[in-house]
């Protein structure tokens, strides 16, 4: 765990965390006990297994996962391959979870999991050992199921390590019905959902365009409202950040930097995504794509000059050693922590609007959720009612026809009288849900005369949420 103690130091992430909670808990009127007990940790479990590497060599793996609040069941988050993964990470991200769910008014309790390997040096059938063995372990230590602790994909884990969780699982729990809801962001062909894998990306674009168009917070940065025309930086080019890229870039932002972890790419006239991810993929880096300067410091990268970045890799990626020399007017979080509250502090006094990751990246859980409700309810959204929609808006249009005397073409028809299947329902949700969430995290900063920051709004608003909670429980009277 790192201190705070030196000036050059980057205080713990969980530090930082629970700094952004304090910062907003003073602000509410709770009892302090009540705020002790949402901020702490409820349990936090620490493994390690062992798993073949070559002929006769092992490697002893360490993992975590740690349930922050059960003020709501199950609990919820995802779980991540990093190396450099520790319990104070994971605790962190947990806590995020627990605050994250109450922004979105999702009812969930925040949870995270972590082992310590880089998936880049595993082979896909060690990985599968390892996650079906880290799922085993959570089993037998009850934490995980569907109406216990839910997992679902974070940094270096996807789709593909979702699907060996639940085959794990349901070998584990032969007959249970529910078994597919144990774990979230599984494939399509697994009990997944449509959408999940881009949710997370597509909420930090709503995210960013619901803080775009409010005309008096452009002004105040010196921008026009609206996302058309606006310049990017996206770091990380993983499942977050290509989504976040590819949907601000659909709607008229020119991505003016791309950063990975080998490097920045930065054309001010802006860059083509698809072109950039295709080359990446063949040549495996970013360097000497053709027609961007290369940056060959990530964190350099980081100071292109634009409207909004975006940082969708890990945390601490701006901290107050970094901080003064980013020159963007918008920072949008799609990472979890990638700001630390020292940057903040300088950031805040620069003028900088920071959409906090509380808010901007909750665009997963969200989906997960859905993707929960579906795995119990056992039937795909939109399919009971999709047809008879149809049918109804196709019979409204042909009255229409008949009393107006205008002729709708078959096209018109078609599209007007379509009903939802699950991606326009899921996509719907996410969206009412992202718009919903950032119009109360505003509220809550107009009502403190936007003298506070976003982040400690967004979490007054969860505290206030979580605290409501424990106290129909009765637990705090
Ligand atoms: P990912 O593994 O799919 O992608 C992360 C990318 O970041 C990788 O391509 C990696 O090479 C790159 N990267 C790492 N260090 C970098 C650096 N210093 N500079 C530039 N690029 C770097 O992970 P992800 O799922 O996209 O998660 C990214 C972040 O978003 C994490 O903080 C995660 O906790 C958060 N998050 C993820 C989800 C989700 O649904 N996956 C949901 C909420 C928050």
Redesign the pocket.
């Known amino acids: 765990m790192q201190s705070n103690n030196s000036k050059n130091t980057i205080p713990s992430f969980f530090t930082s965390v629970s700094r952004n909670f304090w910062d907003a808990a003073k602000l509410t009127e709770h009892p302090k006990g009540l705020l002790e007990q949402i901020n702490t940790c409820n349990s936090v479990y620490h493994f390690t297994f062992p798993t073949r590497k070559g002929k006769g060599e092992y490697e002893v793996i360490q993992a975590w996962r740690v349930e922050h609040s059960h003020h709501k069941l199950p609990t919820k988050g ?1 779980f ?1 391959y990093a190396d450099n993964v520790h319990a104070d990470e994971v605790m962190a ?1 947990a806590a995020l979870m627990t605050y994250k769910c109450a922004v979105v008014s999702i009812p969930f309790g925040g949870a995270k999991g972590g082992v310590k390997i880089n998936a880049a040096n595993y082979s896909v059938e060690q990985l599968e050992t390892i996650t079906r063995r880290f799922t085993s372990e959570l089993i037998n230590k009850n934490f995980i199921g569907p109406g216990i602790d839910v997992p ?5 884990t ?1 789709a593909r390590e979702m699907s060996w969780v639940a085959d794990t699982y349901q070998a584990f729990h032969p007959g249970a019905v529910d078994a597919p809801a144990c774990v979230t ?1 599984k494939p399509l062909s697994q009990h997944g959902i449509q959408g999940r894998k881009e ?2 990306g597509r909420g930090v674009y709503f995210a960013c365009r619901e803080a775009c168009n409010i005309e008096e917070d452009m002004k105040a940065l010196g921008l026009s409202p609206g996302l058309e025309g606006k310049t990017a930086v996206v ?7 290509y989504h976040a890229a590819k949907y601000l870039y659909e709607d008229g932002v020119k991505l003016i930097g791309l ?3 080998e490097g920045g790419l930065y054309n001010p006239d802006g860059m083509d995504l698809e072109d950039v991810m295709q080359y990446r993929r063949s040549k495996g880096s970013l360097k000497d794509y053709p027609g961007a300067k290369f940056i060959e410091n ?2 350099d990268a980081l100071e292109i000059e634009c409207d909004i970045l975006v940082p ?4 601490n ?1 701006i901290t107050h050693l970094n901080a003064d020399k980013i020159k963007t007017k918008i920072i949008a979080e ?3 922590g990638p700001t630390t509250p020292d940057a903040e502090n300088i950031l805040t006094k620069k003028g900088v609007l920071i959409i906090p990751d509380i808010y901007c ?1 909750a665009g ?1 859980v969200v989906v997960s959720y859905f993707e929960w409700l579906k795995n119990l309810s056992h039937v795909r959204f939109g399919r009971l009612g999709r047809r008879f929609t149809e049918s109804t808006n196709a019979q409204l249009l042909r009255a229409i026809e008949v009393t107006s005397g205008v002729k709708f073409s078959d096209e018109i028809i078609k599209q007007i009288a379509r009903g939802p299947d699950e991606g326009d329902l899921v996509d719907s949700g996410l969206e009412d849900t992202m718009i919903l969430a950032y119009r109360e995290t505003h509220k809550m900063w107009t009502k403190h005369d936007k003298k506070i920051t976003q982040r400690t709004a967004a979490f007054i608003n969860s505290i206030n949420k979580i605290a409501q909670s424990y106290l129909d429980l009765g637990i705090f009277p």
């Open positions: 995802g991540r991200m679902a994909p974070d940094y270096g996807s962001g949710a997370t770091q990380g080019l993983g499942n977050v950040g950063i990975e972890i990530p964190s969708c890799a890990l945390e990626q799609g990472a979890n990246n997963g």
